[in-house]
């Protein structure tokens, strides 16, 4: 009898060890893309791989465009830094070209990083689908490169580690809202001291978040850690204690923009959360059943995550928050599209993206053991950002293409009330 318990527990024993040392191979070496899907080649002309060169095409754009229609105007916000002179968020507004009704705005680069995908989506939507029925009866504002140091630095936050996403409003009461679960967090989020991806604290950096999970849920991490915060300037998600220039520049643009149009549709490009090279639809709650049923309209036949739902979190300071207050008189419709990159939806997904945020903000703020290690972390954090994958670029493009069409088809007939 003793023998045979003395030999179950050494077949637990060894299970046990046997699945630690699946995982850690698992976790080291995980990879969502998918090698099912067709690349179309022609999509991948619009993707850039540095901001200059973002820029420089969405530039050349914007002056094909000024010889097709009329009026139009672009301008240039010159972004002050400490160690670049050549920062710039980009605006170009194509007036309607005969009545005055709608206005569509598309933003790229409120994360810096993710600018890179929602450039080449402006881009692809400049070459594609701007034709003159579009334009007979809506405006166009571009907005690019909302965060260009962010963008040509790869990081989601500016050079003062403000997330625009997170800064964004029309009065400073945002910058009074607490996140306690943020706080608890503290010590797993923003450890201090040079980056190590040796450390065993790095090495199973899953069991301490996977243990923060039987604690609370990832549902209640998701909320405390990308809700935004504004009390702790060298975390991630950091919202600042002011508006930032940027910010203050389109609080200073759009109200004139915005004040001729009944109704404006805004989608702000965002990678990053979500199913591998997958467009979501991710919002914060619609208070307004009316607006919450005009937007579902036009993204019929394709889910909405309201931000109402256990698995998703509600942010403070957005960008789309903020637009649908300059003109509180205009039916005003927002909509972020996340096209995902490491299945964040799932819980290992979202342990090596929590991670991978982690290190590149520690780095940024205490530095790296060494330039192996700063390159090995911030290819990572840019493949979460802006993967390499063909597949990945052509399905964002693909998928970009057909709901643009899609929606705006729906949004040139809507009835405006």
């Known amino acids: 009898m003793k023998k045979i318990l003395k030999i179950f527990l050494y077949s637990i024993l060894i299970i046990i060890i046997g699945g630690f040392i699946f995982f850690y191979i698992y976790y080291q070496t995980y990879s969502p893309e998918r090698d099912d899907i067709d690349i179309n080649k022609e999509d991948l002309v619009y993707f850039q791989e540095t901001y200059d060169e973002s820029r420089n095409s969405f530039l050349a754009d914007v002056a094909e465009v000024k010889q097709i229609f009329r009026n139009v105007e672009s301008s240039e916000f010159k972004v002050e830094s400490n160690i670049d002179t050549s920062l710039f968020m980009d605006l170009c507004y194509i007036p309607p070209q005969q009545n005055t009704s709608r206005l569509l705005i598309l933003i790229s680069g409120t994360h810096g990083v993710e600018g890179y995908t929602g450039s080449a989506i402006q881009q692809m939507f400049m070459t594609e689908l701007l034709n003159e029925e579009l334009v007979s009866d809506m405006g166009i504002l571009f907005v690019h490169a909302f965060n260009p140091y962010g963008f040509k630095y790869i990081r989601k936050a500016t050079e003062f580690n403000v997330d625009l996403n997170r800064n964004c409003g029309i009065d400073k009461s945002i910058f009074k809202n607490t996140n306690p679960g943020y706080k608890d967090l503290y010590d797993l989020l923003c450890p201090s001291g040079e980056v190590n991806r040796n450390s065993l604290h790095n090495q199973f950096f899953y069991l301490v978040a996977m243990w923060n ?58 990678t990053g959360y979500g199913e591998w090279s997958k467009l979501h639809l991710f919002s914060n709650p619609e208070k307004n059943e009316s607006i919450k049923s005009v937007t579902e309209s036009l993204f019929e036949g394709h889910f909405i995550d309201w931000g109402d739902s256990e698995d998703f979190y509600t942010i403070v300071g957005d960008l789309s928050g903020f637009i649908k207050q300059v003109n509180p008189d205009a039916v005003t419709l927002c909509m972020p599209f996340e096209f995902g990159t490491l299945n964040s939806q799932e819980t290992i997904g979202s342990m090596i993206s929590l991670q991978r945020m982690i290190l590149e903000n520690q780095g940024f703020h205490h530095g790296f053991k060494n330039k192996r290690t700063e390159r090995k972390v911030m290819h990572d954090f840019k493949e979460l950002y802006y993967p390499s994958s063909e597949v990945w670029r052509s399905e964002v493009i693909r998928q970009s293409r057909e709901m643009l069409n899609s929606s705006l088809a729906r949004y040139k007939q809507l009835e405006i009330e």
């Open 213 to 270: 999970i039987l604690k609370e849920s990832m549902a209640t991490l998701r909320q405390a850690v990308l809700q935004g915060q504004y009390e702790f300037p060298e975390g991630f998600f950091y919202g600042g204690k002011d508006f930032t220039p940027q910010t203050h520049a389109l609080q200073s643009i759009l109200p004139e923009i915005f004040e001729p149009y009944e109704s404006i549709f805004a989608i702000d490009f965002h």
